[in-house]
């Protein structure tokens, strides 16, 4: 048996008894496939640990950077509050049609809004509306701008809030200095950005399951 199956093997053991798929999540799932929208949701034991991280943060907002067909967007919204308020940015308008049909079903439409357009777009918009700090903010997008999405996290948060990147392994080759690739220098540039910021205290995770070799990276905002 080799260890790609071994994790998969593990992973499915966890989902069953941690964070299995309700009716709701699998249904996000299978329309997103049906539509054709690329399978690199996040998967639902991460999706737990994000309802997770909103819960243990208390949050009432969250900010998500890429919303694909909704999978992780329901995930942080259920950890939120009747009140609460859940933006979450879509550069597809076709994934965003999915997102919202996904979300509507699970009964999270007053919660969430998805937002269509590039996110370097969007995200200045949304500071001109000076909303109330985001407690927790998920970036899930193109990687090439990864330390622009922290950036921006940083103006639209407040001491204590979370920011969570994901995806920063790229298959072990975020550790090439010299890769010309765009996903690596932006990941590289996040998580140095991360580690010497002095409003940030952060840390990444290497993980291993059904989407193969991946990781996160979690940072706090101080004061």
Not at 10 to 17: G, M, Q, W
Not at 48 to 71: M, N, W
Not at 79 to 105: F, Q
Not at 149 to 163: F, P
């Amino acid at each position: 048996m080799d260890e790609p199956r071994i994790w998969d093997i593990v992973d499915a053991y966890f989902t069953r008894h941690l964070a299995p798929d309700d009716e709701v999540t699998a249904a996000a799932l299978r329309d997103s496939g049906t539509a054709g929208l690329p399978p690199v949701s996040v998967t639902a034991n991460q999706g737990k640990l994000l309802q997770l991280l909103a819960e243990i943060q208390g949050a009432r907002t969250v900010l998500e950077i890429g919303t694909l067909g909704g999978y992780s967007t329901i995930w942080l919204a259920r950890a939120l509050p009747a009140d609460g308020r859940l933006v979450s940015l879509e550069y597809s308008p076709k994934h965003a049609e999915v997102a919202v049909r996904n979300i509507a079903r699970a009964g999270l439409g007053e919660r969430v809004e998805v937002r269509v357009g590039a996110a370097l777009d969007s995200l200045p918009l949304l500071a001109d509306e000076n909303p109330p700090p985001f407690d927790l903010v998920f970036i899930d997008a193109d990687k090439a701008n990864n330390a622009r999405y922290v950036e921006w996290a940083l103006r639209l948060t407040r001491a204590g809030s979370l920011i969570v990147v994901d995806n920063v392994v790229r298959d072990g080759r975020v550790v090439d200095a010299d890769s010309g690739a765009e996903d690596v220098r932006g990941t590289r540039e996040a998580l140095e950005l991360i580690g010497a910021h002095p409003r940030l205290s952060g840390t990444a995770i290497q993980t291993v399951g059904a989407k193969g070799y991946d990781g996160f990276a979690l940072a706090r905002v101080l004061a």
